[in-house]
Nanobody
């Protein structure tokens, strides 16, 4: 059974940084792409970034390119999302999910964690 647990959210000022971490267990070879998604109040969940098991392929949403970096440590079964130069529009609940391919679509991911809140004050 796949279990994902997010951590690292918090309140930060504009321009600040946060590192989110997704601890994964029970991930199968067929669904070992880990993705970070976010959902702001009243909006749909959107893909932020994802990474393959070997870290040889990644995806970043245009809105976070150059500011966010995804990384994976298979020895610790964690996928981190380093978020720099945060903006108020980054405010959202962030979730990680397990999927079978690198894509921005949440429909290709499942086994969601409980989420971690990121709030960026202006």
């Amino acid at each position: 059974q796949v279990q994902l647990v997010e951590s690292g959210g918090g309140l930060v000022q504009t321009g600040g940084s946060l590192r989110l971490s997704c601890a994964a267990s029970g991930v199968t070879p067929e669904h070992n792409v880990i993705g970070w998604f976010r959902q702001a109040p009243g909006k749909e969940r959107e893909g932020v970034s994802c990474i393959t098991s070997s870290s040889d392929n990644t995806y970043y949403a245009d809105s976070v390119k150059g500011r966010f970096t995804i990384s994976r440590d298979n020895t610790k079964n964690t996928v981190d999302l380093l978020m720099n130069n945060l903006k108020p529009e980054d405010t959202a609940a962030y979730y990680c999910g397990a999927g079978g391919r690198v894509t921005r679509s949440q429909n290709d991911f499942s086994s969601w964690g409980q989420g971690t809140q990121v709030t960026v004050s202006s």
